[in-house]
């Protein structure tokens, strides 16, 4: 396969990118407590979140609201196949179609719960596909809506906000390294591929593009599908992790700190998506300790709930008033490297 100088550059920004998150890994493999070891994979998990996100929005320029839908549908999935049915006996005691009588080994359970998550995208993406602008919008808001509905009043399935509990712990903070520097290779790689070349044209200038026989359709539809996939491996690494899952992480709140992820990098760009990711990642983790009212410096702050939802907020407001493009804006990784050593 002969690269184009693009696509050249694409695998020098995924590299370093990769190289930036093994390291994160091991220095906390090495060095990191319990607590910021869990911490550092609930980031990463939000990181191939953000990276899914990245390839519909990001190169369609449509906003989705509902990818913590598709990843909670991943999470389900692979958790119904892969735990025990001795704890399934338990935990889903009235479930149909036989949901608790069998069970899968971890890696079958994944296969299954992504080829799922992908055709469910494929029947919402043809309607998505079909819109433009608000539409995609309010048309992805509601999806959202009605998945989360499922998982809450179908109870003898999903359990809604108790803990479906019982899965096994299968993954580790090196499993989901290798899985986040795998997904940037893949975003970074249809990023720079014909396809979201072409997609990124669309956005731009869309009747241009369909002059010029661009099918802006069936890309949209390949990014969305491709976007949903990803989530279905960040909620199965969820899964596979935690042991237990509930319908509350997949609603709301996942998708306004994801979104703010997304939007304070940098949207257009997969540097963007890590950067966003890790600086929103472990700020708030300082705002929740603010929260509490900590002793700093010999003064005794006061007690500030809701702080973090509030610094949300104003990263979102101050990012799209100041510099609606993130702030790597257009630039990658090895835009800026590149440009040093030239």
């Not at 712990?169 to 790689?189: D, E, G, N, W, Y």
């Not at 890309?219 to 509350?248: D, H, K, Q």
Request: net charge positive; charged share 10%.
């Amino acid at each position: 396969m002969i690269l184009n100088p693009s696509q050249k550059r694409g695998l020098v920004g995924a590299a370093i990118l990769a190289a930036a998150l093994i390291v994160i890994g091991l220095i906390v493999t090495y060095f990191g407590s319990r607590y910021q070891l869990r911490l550092v994979y609930s980031a990463f998990v939000n990181l191939l979140v953000v990276l899914a996100m990245q390839v519909f929005m990001g190169n369609a320029r449509l906003t989705n609201l509902s990818h913590s839908a598709f990843m909670g549908i991943g999470a389900y999935v692979a958790a119904i196949c892969v735990t025990p049915v001795t704890v399934k006996a338990i935990s889903l005691p009235d479930a149909p179609w036989g949901l608790n009588a069998f069970s899968l080994d971890p890696v079958s359970s994944a296969v299954l719960a992504i080829v799922i998550t992908a055709v469910l995208a494929l029947i919402v993406g043809l309607f998505v596909v079909r819109l433009t602008g608000s539409g995609v919008t309010i048309f992805s808001l509601a999806v959202l809506v009605i998945v989360h509905s499922v998982f809450l009043y179908r109870t003898d399935i999903f359990k809604g906000n108790q803990a479906f509990f019982g899965i096994p712990q299968v993954f580790s903070l090196t499993s989901i390294v290798i899985l986040s520097v795998i997904v940037v290779f893949v975003v970074r790689l249809f990023r720079e591929s014909r396809w979201g070349i072409q997609l990124r044209a669309c956005a731009d200038d869309e009747v241009g593009a369909a002059a010029m026989g661009v099918n802006i359709r069936r890309l949209r539809l390949i990014a969305w599908v491709l976007s949903a996939v990803l989530l279905a491996v960040a909620g199965i690494a969820y899964a596979f992790f935690l042991g237990t899952i509930s319908a509350r992480p997949f609603y709301f709140n996942h998708v306004f700190l994801t979104l703010a992820m997304l939007i304070l990098g940098g949207m257009r760009t997969v540097t963007g998506a890590v950067l966003g990711t890790f600086l929103i990642s472990f700020g708030l983790e300082c705002v929740r300790w603010l929260e509490t009212g900590p002793v700093l410096l010999g003064v005794d702050l006061p007690e500030v709930l809701g702080l973090s939802g509030i610094t949300l907020g104003v990263v979102i407001v101050l990012t799209m008033a100041l510099r609606p493009g993130g702030i790597m804006g257009n630039n990658e990784i090895e835009d800026l490297v590149l440009k040093k050593q030239e």
